[in-house]
């Protein structure tokens, strides 16, 4: 289904954007200013300090969800999910503007326990305004006993400034610090929720821009979680080598434009290639590997996630193949235990067709990929036993379907000591199994613990 990549990225080539709905239409902003974020957010990272507490002012009562097909009405309830809106300020809302330095959020949980032991962080894609997306995965988990919550980021939806056009952030500058805001408001929230709910196994997820956001959000939070990246990547780069760099105001970004620019085109693809070149080294300053090294600096050292459940489209238009596998490498040096799906797709059809089936349930497989690495299930120090996973290979092996342990020799356990199978309800199970019918070929790595 790579199909519908390719189809919406030749749309955007043959077809033109009005200039209101492209990203950086006002250029690159005040780029001091963001150093100075990246310099405090850097700093407070190598530094080991503390997410920024936050006080969450609570906007109503917990209430029935709305069904996912009327999600904005209340015509119909779901009587199983209780869902809650809440807000607070911004640990970065220095670097802001006002109308996003108040962060909107939804709590989604089961309605038939008030005990939260697991708890998913679910994170936008780009272009994901509002909860409808998300609300749909959360009622999902919550049916499988998981809690979730739904933050809108910066300049999105009720946080989006006057001056902007749906979600097309105007400036450089407003879109790395949607970013590095995203990243901290996601850190604070993971240490609200671990207080709020000793014991909570909590995870971070998201697809696409909150694929990547869920990665640096668990840097920010320092303990131990879970994360679940679905075509993400290292970076923001796909905004320069994928299918949203003909969504970019190009020709807004390069100034001055050198002689000829307006008339000949070979002089106007060599700015826009150097003009790419110095976006994306920008767009870099605020990557994985950039908060990763940052993390190692401090002397306690980065703190492993628990389980990383990666998903990569192989037919993906806009992550570049090579940017999933630096990724993987990358995620790699960050977990106790890391598996990779590779999907027989595409980006959009993963992110819109597969979004119920493939999304919800690698988010439930990464915690029983959790549960299985803390039971100590993998093997006496955390390497893998049967050696088949010791390394990592970017590119899907032709003609396994599964190369996953024998399920005969490693059986998954429950803290309990009983098969973990027969300890989930069935609609996990279910769930699971969904996942094991879609997936096309799956890399699985342990590391020491």
């Given at each position: 289904?790579?199909?519908?990549?390719?189809?919406?990225?030749?749309?955007?080539?043959?077809?033109?954007?009005?200039?209101?709905?492209r990203?950086?239409?006002?250029?690159?902003?005040?780029?001091?200013?963001?150093?100075?974020?990246?310099?405090v957010?850097?700093?407070?990272?190598?530094?080991?300090?503390?997410?920024?507490?936050?006080?969450?002012?609570?906007?109503?009562?917990?209430?029935?969800?709305?069904?996912?097909?009327?999600?904005?009405?209340?015509c119909?309830?779901?009587?199983?999910?209780?869902?809650?809106?809440?807000?607070?300020?911004?640990?970065?809302?220095?670097?802001?503007?006002?109308?996003?330095?108040?962060?909107?959020?939804r709590?989604?949980?089961?309605?038939?326990?008030?005990?939260?032991?697991?708890?998913v962080?679910?994170?936008?894609?780009?272009?994901?305004?509002?909860?409808?997306?998300?609300?749909?995965?959360?009622?999902k988990?919550?049916k499988?006993?998981?809690?979730?919550?739904?933050?809108?980021f910066?300049?999105?939806?009720?946080?989006?400034?006057?001056?902007?056009?749906?979600?097309?952030?105007?400036?450089?500058?407003?879109?790395?610090?949607?970013?590095?805001?995203?990243?901290?408001?996601?850190?604070?929230?993971?240490?609200w929720?671990?207080?709020?709910?000793?014991?909570?196994?909590?995870?971070?997820?998201?697809?696409?821009?909150?694929?990547?956001?869920?990665i640096?959000?668990?840097?920010?939070?320092?303990?131990?979680?879970?994360?679940?990246?679905?075509?993400?990547?290292?970076?923001?780069?796909?905004?320069?080598?994928?299918?949203?760099?003909?969504?970019?105001?190009?020709d807004a970004?390069?100034?001055p434009?050198?002689?000829?620019?307006?008339?000949?085109?070979?002089?106007?693809?060599?700015?826009?290639?150097?003009?790419?070149?110095?976006?994306?080294?920008?767009?870099?300053?605020?990557?994985?590997?950039?908060?990763?090294?940052?993390?190692?600096?401090?002397?306690?050292?980065?703190?492993?996630?628990?389980?990383?459940?990666?998903?990569?489209?192989?037919?993906?238009?806009?992550?570049?193949?090579?940017?999933?596998?630096?990724?993987?490498e990358?995620?790699?040096?960050?977990?106790?235990?890391?598996?990779?799906?590779?999907?027989?797709?595409?980006?959009?059809?993963?992110?819109?067709?597969?979004?119920?089936?493939?999304?919800?349930?690698?988010?439930?497989?990464?915690?029983?990929?959790?549960?299985?690495?803390?039971?100590?299930?993998?093997?006496?120090?955390?390497?893998?036993?049967?050696?088949?996973?010791?390394?990592?290979?970017?590119?899907?092996?032709?003609?396994?379907?599964?190369?996953?342990?024998?399920?005969?020799?490693?059986?998954?356990?429950?803290?309990?000591?009983?098969?973990?199978?027969?300890?989930?309800?069935?609609?996990?199970?279910?769930?699971?199994?969904?996942?094991?019918?879609k997936?096309?070929?799956?890399?699985?790595?342990?590391?020491?613990?």
């Open positions: 289904m790579a199909y519908i990549d390719k189809t919406y990225k030749a749309l955007l080539e043959t077809c033109s954007v009005s200039k209101p709905k990203f950086f239409k006002n250029g690159y902003g005040d780029l001091n200013q963001m150093m100075k974020f990246r310099e957010m850097l700093s407070e990272i190598a530094g080991g300090t503390k997410p920024h507490p936050i006080d969450v002012v609570w906007e109503n009562k917990e209430e029935p969800g709305h069904c996912i097909c009327c999600c904005t009405y209340a119909c309830y779901q009587s199983d999910v209780l869902v809650r809106k809440g807000h607070f300020i911004s640990p970065s809302a220095a670097f802001l503007p006002e109308e996003a330095k108040k962060v909107y959020f709590f989604y949980r089961p309605a038939n326990t008030k005990i939260v032991s697991r708890l962080l679910l994170f936008p894609a780009t272009g994901d305004q509002f909860y409808w997306y998300r609300a749909a995965a959360a009622h988990l919550a499988a006993g998981i809690a979730s919550i739904a933050m809108t910066p300049f999105y939806g009720k946080r989006r400034p006057k001056y902007q056009t749906e979600h097309y952030i105007t400036t450089v500058q407003d879109f790395m610090a949607s970013l590095m805001a995203s990243s901290s408001e996601a850190g604070s929230m993971c240490r929720a671990a207080q709020r709910y000793p014991g909570v196994r909590i995870c971070l997820s998201g697809i696409s821009m909150g694929g990547t956001m869920s640096t959000g668990a840097i920010q939070a320092q303990m131990p979680v879970c994360v679940c990246p679905c075509v993400a990547t290292p970076n923001a780069n796909s905004f320069v080598h994928g299918v949203l760099r003909h969504s970019i105001d190009w970004l390069i100034e434009k050198p002689l000829g620019y307006e008339t000949d085109k070979l002089v106007r693809a060599e700015a826009r290639r150097k003009e790419s070149d110095k976006l994306e080294k920008i767009l870099g300053l605020a990557s994985v590997p950039t908060m990763l090294e940052a993390a190692q600096q401090h002397r306690s050292g980065f703190t492993k996630f628990n389980a990383v459940v990666q998903v990569i489209a192989q037919g993906d238009e806009f992550v570049l193949r090579d940017e999933g596998a630096h990724l993987a990358t995620l790699r040096s960050m977990t106790v235990v890391h598996k990779v799906v590779y999907f027989d797709g595409g980006h959009l059809s993963f992110a819109v067709l597969n979004r119920g089936a493939l999304y919800t349930p690698s988010i439930i497989d990464t915690f029983a990929l959790a549960d299985k690495s803390e039971s100590g299930a993998h093997g006496a120090h955390g390497a893998c036993p049967y050696g088949s996973m010791s390394s990592y290979s970017p590119a899907a092996p032709p003609g396994v379907e599964s190369i996953e342990r024998p399920p005969s020799r490693m059986p998954e356990r429950t803290a309990s000591g009983g098969s973990a199978k027969n300890n989930k309800s069935e609609e996990e199970q279910s769930i699971l199994d969904k996942l094991e019918s997936k096309k070929t799956v890399d699985l790595w342990w590391g020491d613990q």
